[in-house]
């Protein structure tokens, strides 16, 4: 397999961020659901992004290939879940994670949260938390596949989603 890895993108890489979302949407689309409306996410979501440090590139042999927000801070909606979520203390964030087309069918989605769980590691945090939409059948099997377990739901951009959380080993 290609060496994958993880690295910040550059504010000054927003139109690739942009252009794998827009991948990402499409795929969405094709399987007959829409999470990301159109315009989501848009310039100025994925700019805040960037500025923030949380705009992260899936490379593939140094070329990105993925593109996602992992966040530190927490998630205002899930205080907010009806259920529980399965741990408590500090926690990542995942959200907007795209592969893009030219790079789909290579199991990235499984050697990105693999990534992601190791910088999360590597800063103290050991639990993951992630939201999708019930008809985004993939996503959920991912995420089941790589450990992640439903809590309940939570509210995002207006609607309800399935959460998710995975203890780190």
């Known amino acids: 397999m290609a060496k994958c890895t993880l690295r910040k993108a550059l504010p000054q890489e927003i139109s690739i961020c942009l252009d794998i979302l827009s991948s990402g949407r499409e795929f969405q689309r094709a399987q ?3 999470q990301w409306a159109d315009g989501y ?8 992004d ?9 490379c593939v042999d140094g070329v990105p290939a993925g593109y996602f927000y992992l966040g530190f801070e927490g998630d205002p909606s899930y205080p907010l879940i009806r259920g529980a979520w ?8 995942v959200h907007r994670i795209a592969i893009s ?7 990235l989605t499984g050697e990105t949260f693999r990534l992601i769980g190791e910088e999360a590691r590597s800063r103290g945090v050991d639990i993951l938390r992630i939201d999708t939409l019930e008809a985004n059948l993939r996503m959920r099997h991912v995420l089941e596949k790589h450990g992640f377990a439903y809590c ?12 998710f959380d995975k203890k780190l080993k």
């Open 86 to 93: 399965h741990y408590e203390g500090a926690y990542a964030v």
């Open 101 to 107: 087309s030219a790079f789909r069918g290579m199991g």
């Open 50 to 58: 960037l500025l923030s440090g949380d705009g992260w590139f899936l």
């Open 32 to 34: 007959g659901f829409v």
């Open 152 to 163: 309940g739901t939570v509210i995002q951009s207006g609607g309800d989603r399935m959460a």
């Open 41 to 48: 996410p848009d310039s100025a979501t994925v700019e805040k």
